[in-house]
């Protein structure tokens, strides 16, 4: 039975590429003051499974953007390669303002989901040329080369500015856009070297789409979590962590002025099988372990806050966030399951 949800003016959904309660509780170890996500008080977790038992970022995050298990690499698609719409085209078909902010490449498997339809993630031009069509406002990541260094022959930044976004390159100047469409494109580095450009740039998304009255769909990535999974580097791992959750204090804080924004934070699977063996709250320390390089089949934490934030507790599949999204904007969509 769907249960009735108060309805969301906007919703901002933040994936921790790679993360689930381990890698939480090692950036809690670590930090010197209590994790934001501490303060969420609807708590579920999500069935990461794909159309395998064990997903990747693509099938994770299209579950999540189309509510269809898909297969391992797709986007946008479902289990046949079907285009489906995502939550995002629905939002913008309903006069809302949308946005996606990453720090790994822009066309990269988890915010490619909700704006484009190939049937193989590898495919980055071609996803890259979907952000044309897509009619997403705004979009700040990494991944400039997919855009202008083409096999076909065309360059997608000028497409881009002749649809009328302002293509920036420089964090400064990406920050202190405030109004129209916008296509920030920043090179992909550690969180050593970038400091706190995914909490300036989600802000700043969030400031250009707030600006219609109507609402906005926003997605925000902290893509790195599941580099550190992959390099077995648990250093990594916290890292990311942390700036993740410093990202999530930032959306909080505007979340809780706004009062009409649902909040969704989720992890698309765990990456590296981590294990914590030893540590030391007091200190800090963390010893840990890991298992593989690659993902592995635990369920997710799901956190909400804010207008439909308690439809999130439980235990689902992942495909079902689809379905608990549409309800929070409280849109009527038909999307039968693969």
């Not at 302002?166 to 964090?171: E, N």
């Not at 070297?193 to 400031?207: F, H, K, P, V």
């Amino acid at each position: 039975m769907k249960q009735k949800v108060k309805k969301a003016k906007n919703v901002i959904v933040m994936i921790g590429d790679g993360m689930s309660a381990v890698q939480i509780y090692a950036g809690l170890t670590a930090s010197k003051v209590p994790l934001n996500l501490e303060q969420f008080s609807y708590i579920g977790f999500s069935k990461t499974n794909s159309t395998s038992y064990v997903t990747d970022s693509g099938a994770g995050a299209t579950a999540i953007s189309t509510g269809h298990k898909t297969n391992n690499g797709a986007i946008g698609v479902d289990s046949l390669d079907n285009p489906v719409p995502t939550i995002l085209e629905i939002a913008e078909a309903h006069g809302l303002t949308t946005g996606l902010v990453a720090t790994t490449s822009i066309t990269d498997a988890t915010p490619a989901s909700f704006v484009a339809h190939q049937p193989k993630r590898s495919m980055q031009q071609e996803i890259a040329a979907d952000f044309l069509k897509s009619g997403v406002d705004v979009f700040i990541g990494a991944g400039m080369t997919d855009f202008t260094d083409r096999t076909d022959g065309r360059n997608l930044v000028d497409e881009l500015r002749q649809n009328g976004y302002l293509v920036a390159t420089d964090m400064e100047e990406i920050i202190g856009v405030n109004a129209g469409k916008l296509a920030g494109f920043l090179p992909e580095r550690s969180v050593k070297e970038r400091g706190d450009q995914l909490a300036r740039t989600a802000m700043t998304a969030i400031n250009i789409v707030n600006r219609n009255k109507d609402g906005f769909f926003l997605l925000i990535e902290g893509s790195k979590i599941d580099d550190g999974g992959h390099a077995n580097d648990v250093g990594v791992v916290i890292d990311e962590m942390i700036d993740f959750d410093q990202t999530i204090g930032k959306v909080l804080e505007f979340a809780r002025k706004d009062k009409h924004t649902l909040i969704v934070i989720t992890g698309d699977h765990e990456t590296g099988g981590l294990t914590l063996t030893d540590g030391d709250l007091a200190t800090g320390r963390v010893k840990a372990e890991f298992s593989t390089e690659d993902h592995t089949a635990v369920m997710v934490p799901v956190f909400a806050y804010g207008p439909g934030a308690e439809a999130f507790t439980g235990i689902y599949h992942n495909n079902t966030i689809f379905d608990k999204l549409l309800a929070a904007f409280g849109f009527r969509h038909q999307n039968e399951k693969q």
